[in-house]
């Protein structure tokens, strides 16, 4: 045999045996076998509806993203092994091919797909509030049972949970975003705010919801300032030129621009709540129903709390929901609450009589402030009313310019293929 020969012959039996390894039975099924973790995700935090004794409450965290992984410290730019959203009891089922007998991570994102989401701090960098469960040697299925948000982080999840409830009364017409706009803007919380404002929770029009450590407790207060952004979002992000709402009470007179946006806020938190109260962070809550006999309550369209029962009636009776109020911000940014009542819902075919007027006018929001003046105007000067609730100094929106950064911001745009939030 010549030498080439020989090389040949060698070559070639080194192929085999190669080949031969390469294919060994168990060794290629394992690297294939499908791996799974499963288990349901919690948050516990107290629970301000529940009464002033503020119960610690444990629920599931649903719609909430997780991804999953295969290194403990992933890059921005590594993609996951799996990603998805807990169901609607909080459970999760995260499956990889070809990783068995690895050592897995997985990750909880307080945010849901790219449509909302908790974030720490406002910056240009941030992210949403994360934490990671380590996974070793995964084979087969693996139930891990129960995983409980850190405590530090429970409010995060608390506020990204209670979001869901707004989500699920969004109109149809809105798809797969909070409006039928072009641009599928998401929510972005900041909680805890770090401040300012007089230390209360607040929506600003530079896109952001600023929520203080205790008003997480609270599902109503969450729910108000997810309002506000709401509205902003229908409106094209444009807000009414508002006055006389520094402060501002569910009870008393402000202003006519002022009663409205901070009525429609009040309003979007019994909706989705199916609640009329009022509960604050501290879980004192009072009944928002009322008519033009109720005590302590000013009258007429510049009382919020007024304009907000008016609006969740109208939507309960003859609006048969709120679809039409939204359509009417989808084209206008009413002055108030007489100028959405007289001029507006016409355009919607909502009604402005019959029972529509009754509704209002057994709230007294068909009575307007004299000759519409923008500052306080209680109609009945010596009733002297006191305000509702906890004594506070909330001073409403605040109107800024949109940061620039928020419409190509890298995270919304580089993330893990989450799908939309169950409906």
Known sequence: MTRIGRIWRATFVVAMALTTVSVWPGSAYARQETICLTGTLTYTRPDAEAGTALPMVTSPARN??????GTAHPGFFDRPLAADLTDRDGKFTACADGVAGSDLYLSFIAESSALWQVLPQRGDTEQPYAFTVPAKTVTGTRDLGT???PDEMAGAWKVLDTLNLLWWKRPAAAGDCWTPQTRCTGISVIWPSPGGRNGNSYFTTAGFIYLTEDDANTRHVTLHEAGHNLQWLWQHEQWP?????NPHYINLASSPSCAFTEGFADAVAMYALDDYRFVWSSGFSANLENDAATRNWDIGDSVE???????VDLWHGPDQGWD?????F?????DNFHDYFYNDRPTENLSTTGQAATIIHNHTADQSSPNGAAGPQPIDESARNKPLGPPDNDPGVKVEPRHQWKSAHRHWTLRPPHPRPAP
């Open 64 to 69: 909430a993203n997780w991804a999953l992984y």
């Open 324 to 328: 039409g109020t939204l359509a009417i």
């Open 241 to 245: 030129d508002v006055s006389n709402c």
């Open 305 to 311: 709390g007024r304009v907000a029962t008016s609006l």
């Open 147 to 149: 995983v409980a948000v």
């Open 330 to 334: 989808g084209k206008t940014v009413p």
